[in-house]
Structure formats: structure tokens, C-alpha cells
T-cell receptor
Framework: AQSVAQPEDQVNVAEGNPLTVKCTYSVSGNPYLFWYVQYPNRGLQFLLK??????LVKGSYGFEAEFNKSQTSFHLKKPSALVSDSALYFCAVRDMKQGGSYIPTFGRGTSLIVHP | DGGITQSPKYLFRKEGQNVTLSCEQNLNHDAMYWYRQDPGQGLRLIYYSQIVNDFQKGDIAEGYSVSREKKESFPLTVTSAQKNPTAFYLCASSTLGDTQYFGPGTRLLVL
């Protein structure tokens, strides 16, 4: 079975400071990991994904995520937060094992609030 | 929101009424999905389809129905059997197992 956890319902950060939104996962095989962002009353937008290769993945809007296999984590990061980054962030995972589902499992979401 | 559209943006349902939410994509994706989003509960999968004329139930299919007669279209009907339909509904499409692209959503309210 595949699962993903976002341990923080809300993250608060001051504008200009670095931000981290946490995500941990559980799969039987290798993970296929995604981050999405949702602004109020909008659909989700894709930010970045990890399949294999370099553990540091760069994505849209200056975001990046670090894959850590030993800690089964895929934390989203940004060196300098903007007020406009305030949104709901979702982590998702799909188990790449043979015969596994192609449907990803989403976390419950983390609300990021960037204060001016 | 890419090449996937949902309509209407807001939908009002009366007691005992069936309503249909539209989802269309021009991304040539085989797979399409319907999710329900309630505050604080993340996304819950209602139905999904990986090919025309075939679809499978997700985690919360009761009270909902779908059809997939065309590759581009995956409408969702919220039936009168769904007793708590008020939510934000999101449609998505993808190539199998890859990045999902989401529509702008439909907010369903009960009168």
C-alpha cells in the first residue's frame, strides 16, 4: 500500500525567509513523488516531481524539493518566501512497483502562510 | 489549469435533484479523474477512467455516477442518493501514472 503524510496543517513564515513544507511517504517499491499547489477556489497546479536521478528537484516558481530515501521524505523548499506563495500545498506519491496502482495518493495538504 | 475545463463554476442543487458536472480536456490524456475536496480533508477520489467506455470506483463513489463516451469528456452526475453533496469538485487528467492536470473546479451548493 502507498501512503503519504504531511505532518503540519499550517506553516507560517516571514517574507524573505526560507520555507520548508514537509512530506513523508510509504511505498513497497520505488516512489514517484509530486508536489502541487492550490490557490483559493482554484484547481491544483503541478510544481515538481521526482522519479529517479538527482535528489534535489527544481520546479516552478523557485520551489525545489529534496528526496531522502533513508528518511522516506520529500520536503518542499524555497530559499526566500513571497507573500504570493501563500496557498495550500499537496504532496502525492505513487508506488512504482510492478502491478501497483497508477493512481497517486495525496496528502491532506499544508496551508502555507507568508507574512509581510 | 492547462487544457482542462470544468463547468459550471458554481452549481446549486435542490433536494432530490440530480445534477451533472462537466469536465473536458484537450490534452489527449487517456486517464481522467474526479475528486471531492472538503475543508481540512484533502482530496478524495470519486471515480477514475483510464480508457474510453471504462471507469472504476474510487474511495467515495456512492451517490455519484460517471460516463466516458469520449476521450475528451468525463462528466460526473451527483445523484439524489448523495446526501451531503456540498463540496468543491475537481476533475483531472493525465497520461497513465504521470502528472495530473487539474481543472478550475466546480463548487456545488445545496439549496
Amino acid at each position: 500500500a502507498q501512503s503519504v503524510a504531511q505532518p503540519e496543517d499550517q506553516v507560517n513564515v516571514a517574507e524573505g525567509n526560507p520555507l520548508t513544507v514537509k512530506c513523508t511517504y510509504s511505498v513497497s517499491g520505488n516512489p514517484y513523488l509530486f508536489w502541487y499547489v492550490q490557490y483559493p477556489n482554484r484547481g491544483l497546479q503541478f510544481l515538481l516531481k521526482y522519479i529517479t536521478g538527482d535528489n534535489l528537484v527544481k520546479g516552478s516558481y523557485g520551489f525545489e524539493a529534496e528526496f531522502n530515501k533513508s528518511q522516506t521524505s520529500f520536503h518542499l523548499k524555497k530559499p526566500s518566501a513571497l507573500v504570493s506563495d501563500s496557498a495550500l500545498y499537496f504532496c502525492a506519491v505513487r508506488d512504482m512497483k510492478q502491478g501497483g496502482s497508477y493512481i497517486p495518493t495525496f496528502g491532506r495538504g499544508t496551508s502555507l502562510i507568508v507574512h509581510p | 489549469d492547462g487544457g482542462i475545463t470544468q463547468s459550471p463554476k458554481y452549481l446549486f442543487r435542490k433536494e432530490g435533484q440530480n445534477v451533472t458536472l462537466s469536465c473536458e480536456q484537450n490534452l489527449n490524456h487517456d486517464a481522467m479523474y474526479w475528486y471531492r475536496q472538503d475543508p481540512g480533508q484533502g482530496l478524495r477520489l470519486i471515480y477514475y477512467s483510464q480508457i474510453v467506455n471504462d471507469f472504476q470506483k474510487g474511495d467515495i463513489a456512492e451517490g455519484y455516477s460517471v460516463s466516458r463516451e469520449k476521450k475528451e469528456s468525463f462528466p460526473l452526475t451527483v445523484t439524489s442518493a448523495q446526501k451531503n453533496p456540498t463540496a468543491f469538485y475537481l476533475c483531472a487528467s493525465s497520461t497513465l501514472g504521470d502528472t495530473q492536470y487539474f481543472g478550475p473546479g466546480t463548487r456545488l451548493l445545496v439549496l
